[in-house]
């Protein structure tokens, strides 16, 4: 089986903002596979000769960054799916372009993080449903301690097999 595969780069750079983009994904994939259902067989047996020929196709795959994947047999058109969001790492909120830069070089807070920090300032840090530890584990059931590991599985085994005798 033959395949051929084709990959793309896309690279971006802003010098001004400090920032930059790379991406790279396997484009198209054409791959060679025998053909369901297109196979010759012939035996002779007076001759004492056998032919075989099996049918090949062009099985072409193309994905796209865009979550989009088209397949099918070249010639015949392609079957386009739309591939389910997949959750990648988090990209970062706010990354600092030098840790030990001055106030005037850093960039600005992103909106949604300094309304959160403003948030947890209102609050002073304070939680508004807080509980105490003490209240929390009265609600616990009471822990028993197990002198030996094997004790209590010994008892639960013993009362079983009484209840199984008793019927």
Not at 24 to 44: I, M
Not at 45 to 53: G, M, P
Not at 85 to 99: E, G, S
Request: glycine share 6%.
């Amino acid at each position: 089986m033959a395949t051929s595969e084709l990959s793309c780069q896309v690279s971006e750079e802003n010098c001004e903002r400090r920032e930059a983009f790379w991406a790279e994904w396997k484009d198209l994939t054409l791959s060679t596979r025998p053909e369901e259902g297109c196979s010759l067989h012939e035996e002779d047996a007076e001759r004492r000769e056998t032919y075989h020929q099996q049918g090949q196709c062009q099985a072409l795959v193309q994905r796209s960054p865009w979550l989009v994947m088209r397949m099918g047999i070249l010639g015949r058109g392609l079957q386009e799916y739309q591939l389910p969001y997949q959750r990648v790492l988090p990209l970062p909120i706010f990354t600092p372009a030098k840790v030990g830069a001055a106030k005037e070089e850093r960039e600005e807070t992103p909106i949604q993080l300094r309304e959160l920090l403003a948030l947890e300032t209102a609050l002073g840090g304070q939680c508004l449903d807080r509980q105490d530890v003490a209240e929390i584990t009265k609600q616990l059931p009471p822990v028993v301690p197990v002198s030996k590991p094997g004790a209590l599985r010994r008892s639960l085994s013993r009362s079983m097999s009484q209840e199984a005798q008793r019927g």
